[in-house]
């Protein structure tokens, strides 16, 4: 019987699903991994090999104590106990080394200037200023965005909540429903775009606030789209 054979059989002899498999299996993975029903159909199909954090938890999940027991091949002589054991010494071997070892995916890391004065989601705060720090980011922070900023209030509140930056792309232009950085004679304001037949106004996610209505006469510029 072929590994993948093994799998099925054992799977199968205590009646569990590929779904319960997989949900036993992810009480032995590390943090971060994970496996799927289709994956496991793939491995007990031949398709695909299972990693090695990925064969431990399915050996542990299967109920096999020793992860070669479930991954040796029957056909022909077979390893005794001492084999098996020596068997399980060097995968440990190997697990030390950087080499063998599955590694964590990487987070690429890049860096964003995020301005020093906060824009309101309040009482509207000054934005357009030179002063940014370069901040570290990693793939949490969207692709698209081009510059952070800092809020001050709670009228974006619950999506936004008072001193968390907001991540945007840098636009003069947006569209109805979009959430903009913007200027409103000479205030910073991060507020949802909306347009209608009385005009534009800038709505607060938090019903407590008005809605700010931009006249003609007003000072109005958009600086970016919040994408994050």
């Not at 940014?132 to 980011?137: C, R, S, T």
């Not at 965005?145 to 947006?174: C, H, N, Y």
């Not at 006249?215 to 994408?227: K, L, P, T, Y």
Request: aromatic share 8%; with cysteine; proline share 4%.
């Amino acid at each position: 019987m072929s590994w993948n054979e093994r799998i099925k059989a054992a799977r199968e002899a205590q009646k569990l699903t590929r779904e319960q498999t997989v949900r036993k299996m992810r009480e032995y993975l590390p943090t971060g991994k994970t496996a799927t029903s289709r994956t496991l159909i793939a491995w007990e199909q031949g398709d695909s090999e299972p990693k090695v954090t990925q064969a431990i938890a399915l050996a542990r999940a299967l109920g096999y104590h020793e992860v070669s027991e479930l991954f040796s091949q029957a056909d022909g002589s077979q390893l005794n106990r001492l084999g098996m054991d020596r068997l399980e010494e060097y995968r440990r071997l190997l697990l030390q080394s950087d080499e063998f070892r599955e590694q964590p995916a990487m987070h690429r890391v890049r860096t964003l200037p995020v301005y020093l004065q906060p824009a309101s989601a309040g009482t509207g705060q000054w934005l357009d200023d030179d002063l940014a720090e370069e901040m570290e980011v990693d793939d949490a922070v969207p692709a698209r965005a081009e510059f952070g900023v800092r809020l001050a209030g709670d009228s974006m509140s619950p999506r936004f909540a008072d001193g968390q930056i907001v991540w945007a792309r840098k636009t003069e232009q947006a569209e109805n429903g979009e959430i903009v950085l913007c200027m409103l004679n000479e205030q910073g304001y991060c507020k949802k775009l909306k347009y209608d037949a009385d005009g534009v106004y800038l709505v607060s996610l938090n019903p407590a606030y008005s809605p700010i209505p931009v006249r003609e006469s007003d000072e109005f510029r958009i600086a970016g789209v919040v994408v994050g």
